[in-house]
């Protein structure tokens, strides 16, 4: 069974540094994309981009290139997204995702909800 | 980037109405179109992709149809646990985007 499991809530202020991870169990981790997905509260889904374990090939969508950063740890099976510098507007719900052979997305994982207020 | 205009936004129906949720795609994208539901405080999960494919046997009163720009989601019978949100996403090219999501109330 394919499982995404994601780190637990987080609060930040403004301008501090975090990492959350997704475990990614039951499939071979190193031929599927990992997405990572923007819900802010209230609202709808945003597709944020995309890495390949295999070889960590990204890519961003515009809206958070340069905000965000994807990275993975194929020995242990995980995949991050990294903030250096947290803003207000960062709170919401960060959910990660398989891009499967059809290149939709296929599996999600629980949600990481990240809250920054000062 | 691709534009994904889903209508409407939100919905009223009955348990037992026939409901249609549409996505049109600012550019040609082929098949290349999923739908997801998604219930308060839960992930999405998907529902269809290729357009019409559907995910689970167990899902059969779901049906996707349309192919280029235009596209449809079509729930034949609505039951109480469809009472949800539905996003589309185009994934024929990067970056990828969901439709606005269609909220279906009671």
């Known amino acids: 069974e394919v499982q995404l499991v994601q780190s637990g809530a987080e609060m930040k202020k403004p301008g501090e540094s975090l990492k959350i991870s997704c475990l990614g169990s039951?499939?071979?981790?190193?031929?599927?994309?990992i997405g990572w997905v923007r819900q802010m509260p209230g609202k709808g889904l945003e597709w944020m981009g995309i890495?390949?374990?295999?070889?960590?090939?990204?890519r961003y969508s515009p809206s958070f290139q340069g905000h965000v950063t994807f990275s993975v740890d194929t020995s242990i099976r995980t995949a991050y997204v990294q903030w250096n510098s947290l803003r207000a507007s960062d709170t919401a719900m960060y959910y990660c995702?398989?891009?499967?052979?059809?290149?939709?997305?296929?599996?999600w994982g629980q949600g990481t909800l990240v809250t920054v207020s000062s | 980037d691709i534009q994904m205009t889903q209508s409407p936004s939100s919905l009223s129906a009955s348990v037992g109405d026939r409901v249609t949720i549409t996505c049109r795609a600012s550019?040609?994208?082929?098949?290349?179109l999923a739908w997801y539901q998604q219930k308060p405080d839960r992930a999405p999960e998907r529902l269809i992709f290729?357009?019409?494919r559907i995910q689970s046997a167990l899902l059969s009163r779901f049906s996707g149809s349309g192919s280029g720009t235009d596209f449809t989601l079509t729930i034949s019978s609505l039951q109480p646990e469809d009472f949800a949100t539905y996003y589309c996403?185009?994934?024929?090219?990067?970056?990828?985007?969901f439709g606005q999501g269609t909220r279906v109330d009671i």
């Open positions: 995702a398989t891009q499967g052979g059809s290149g939709s997305i296929d599996y």
């Open positions: 039951g499939y071979n981790f190193h031929l599927y994309w």
């Open positions: 890495i390949h374990p295999g070889d960590s090939e990204t």
């Open positions: 550019h040609d994208i082929g098949n290349d």
């Open positions: 290729g357009a019409s």
């Open positions: 996403l185009q994934y024929k090219t990067f970056p990828r985007t």
